[in-house]
């Protein structure tokens, strides 16, 4: 099993930058694929971007390629969202995730593939 604990969010003018990250507990953390999910008020969770177990691959969704970046560090079971040229469409609340592989493929994009959620870290960004 894993926990997850997100850390870094805050308040951000746009075009400011945050850095998110998220501790997980447990041995097995390089077995899990890891990704940031978002929640706007009145909105569905959405995928964000996700990171594969080693950390060499990964991918983003359109409206945040080429300002957000993912990445982990295995030794030290945290992974991070370093998120560059904020806009207001960024508020959310941003939840850390976790897919075992197997099931989940290297890179899973659904929701359902998700086995452990942290409890998020509102990310506001005044306009």
């Known amino acids: 099993q894993l926990q997850l604990v997100e850390s870094g969010g805050g308040l951000v003018q746009a075009g400011g930058s945050l850095r998110l990250s998220c501790a997980a507990s447990?041995?097995?953390?390089?077995?899990?694929?890891m990704a940031w999910f978002r929640q706007a008020p009145g909105k569905e969770r959405e995928f964000v971007t996700t990171i594969s177990w080693s950390g060499d691959s990964t991918f983003y969704v359109d409206s945040v390629k080429g300002r957000f970046t993912i990445s982990r560090d295995n030794a030290k079971n945290t992974v991070y969202l370093q998120m560059n040229s904020l806009k207001s469409e960024d508020t959310a609340v941003y939840y850390c995730a976790a897919a075992r592989i197997p099931p989940a493929p290297l890179l899973p994009k659904k929701i359902s593939y998700y086995d452990y959620w942290g409890l998020g870290t509102q990310v506001t960004v005044s306009s």
């Open positions: 447990g041995r097995t953390f390089s077995s899990y694929a």
